[in-house]
């Protein structure tokens, strides 16, 4: 079981670390010359010409990365490695080449790598002194708090995936895209962000932002590596605090990033408040008190464990899913932007923002709110409290994610055509797939009935279903009875 664990949880790292290198090798930041010019050719990094130390050192940590990941994929088929601290060790090397790669390629002087660098040991430093100070007092812990333990560091350990991959690429490739020639004048040089130039103190947000998010992330994986660091610090709560200061940090680079305007900025984290506004309604309407009830008889609840465990699961994946793709599609949006200034938009703003506007508001919008509600899903995930035997959390969270997916299915059509025509083309495929499984599900429950109705010495699947759950209503209706007074 625990070598099972261990191949599990060394593939999903390495499997992260080889996707987002193989991708920022070929796609390096700074972007690529477009054409032939003094002592470079059209396709060559434009940083390797700029700042040749800079890109050595991204193109070197990043293939340490990328090679260390792939040899761990290779390793973890073999079981005397997992009975070792081989393949920790070539993980822990791949984590420092990400960091190395991210601190070079993400900016674009010493100082602000340094920076950058420096936050992944104060989050490590933090995580020390808060399970310093918890595990001075505290009692050691049973077999049920270390199950619970495994269990909420799998969580953390997809949330930590998350914002590393998405937080990786968005770093080397910022929003707004790169300068692809010097400009003299102005003092733009080729390889620069264009945010930087034209919206600095916008860019600066977005950049720290995103940088804490990512090295929080890795941060994280570093400690979840080791079970005797992990187990005090998931018990005194220590990394779901930069679990949950890692997410928001994605939604403030979110909002920096993916508009030029401050207004709209605002609205982005006024999204937010509605988004919990609606999730607190939600509370009170699946708050019943015959849930509250029957969570209080221990033998329901271990029955249902596995069910409520295996639905968070899925809500987690959902999640991760959603703010990922809305993440990159909010920082990179449909169209791309503009490379040059005008006297109606400026570089860095998205083109369909000024020549398609209303197409672009409703993308927008959608596409904030998709990844906003998915954010809050997933923070909603890290307290035990909040998940422990509590249907109806599962309740308002699934709703959530079903609003989440509808509103990515809105920037979707907004975001995938440049017509209107188009777009309700989208909407009607969307409406003929819901009615193609509409139909099938009523064949299936159909086809259930007959076989429950002609056949009773054989039991199908729908008719054990539907004994089982009427069995489990009745169970409920005797509890509540006894419970009554």
């Not at 993400?106 to 920076?115: A, E, G, K, N, V």
């Not at 400009?183 to 860019?203: E, T």
């Not at 709209?264 to 509250?292: C, E, H, N, R």
């Not at 969570?295 to 809500?315: C, F, P, S, T, W």
Request: aromatic content about 10%; charged content about 15%.
């Amino acid at each position: 079981m625990a070598a099972d664990q261990a191949r599990s949880l060394v593939l999903l790292l390495a499997t992260l670390a080889a996707t987002i290198t193989y991708q920022a090798g070929l796609d390096p930041p700074g972007g690529v010359w477009p054409d032939n010019g003094n002592g470079h050719m059209a396709g060559d990094p434009i940083l390797l010409t700029v700042n040749a130390k800079r890109y050595k050192t991204f193109f070197y940590c990043n293939s340490v990365a990328f090679v260390a990941s792939l040899v761990a994929i290779i390793l973890v088929q073999s079981k005397v490695m997992l009975q070792t601290h081989v393949l920790q060790a070539a993980m822990i090397l791949d984590l420092f080449g990400l960091i190395g790669a991210y601190a070079a390629g993400s900016s674009r002087d010493l100082t602000t790598s340094i920076y950058a660098m420096a936050l992944a040991g104060a989050v490590l430093v933090y995580v020390v002194i808060h399970v310093v100070f918890f595990t001075l007092n505290h009692a050691v812990a049973t077999a049920e708090e270390i199950e619970s333990v495994e269990k909420r560091r799998k969580r953390l350990l997809l949330f930590a995936v998350l914002a590393a991959t998405i937080s990786y690429q968005a770093g080397l490739t910022p929003p707004g895209g790169f300068r692809l020639q010097d400009d003299g004048s102005s003092g733009h040089q080729a390889g620069d962000p264009v945010l930087l130039y034209n919206f600095p103190r916008r860019y600066k947000a977005f950049f720290y932002c995103n940088t804490v998010s990512f090295m929080l992330s890795i941060a994280l994986i570093i400690l979840l590596v080791n079970p005797h660091l992990y187990r005090p610090a998931i018990r005194s709560y220590a990394l779901a605090v930069c679990t949950a200061a890692g997410m928001f940090g994605l939604i403030g680079a979110y909002a920096a990033g993916s508009t030029q305007h401050l207004k709209t900025s605002i609205y982005i984290f006024v999204l937010g408040a509605v988004v919990l506004f609606v999730i607190a309604v939600l509370f009170l309407v699946f708050l019943d008190k015959k849930d509250m009830v029957s969570e209080l008889k221990q033998e329901n609840a271990d029955k249902k464990g596995k069910a409520k465990h295996a639905k968070r699961k899925y809500l987690m994946l959902l999640g991760i899913l959603v703010a990922s793709v809305t993440y990159q599609a909010g920082l990179d949006p449909p169209g791309g932007a503009w490379q040059n200034d005008s006297s109606w938009y400026d570089a860095g703003n998205p083109i369909i923002h000024d020549n398609r506007r209303p197409r672009y508001i409703a993308f927008f919008y959608s596409n904030s709110t998709s990844f906003v509600a998915s954010i809050v899903v997933i923070v909603m995930l890290l307290p035990q409290w909040l998940n422990k035997n509590k249907e109806w959390s599962l309740k308002v969270m699934n709703t959530t994610i079903v609003l989440d997916l509808l509103a990515l299915l809105v920037a979707y059509a907004a975001g995938s055509s440049r017509g209107w025509k188009t777009s309700v083309y989208v909407a009607a495929l969307i409406i003929a797939v819901l009615a193609y499984v509409a139909i099938h599900i009523m064949l299936a429950l159909l086809c259930c009935h007959s076989h429950s109705a002609g056949i009773p010495q054989q039991r199908s699947p729908c008719a054990q279903a539907n004994s089982q759950s009427q069995e489990h209503a009745r169970n409920q209706a005797q509890f509540a009875a006894m419970s009554t007074p």
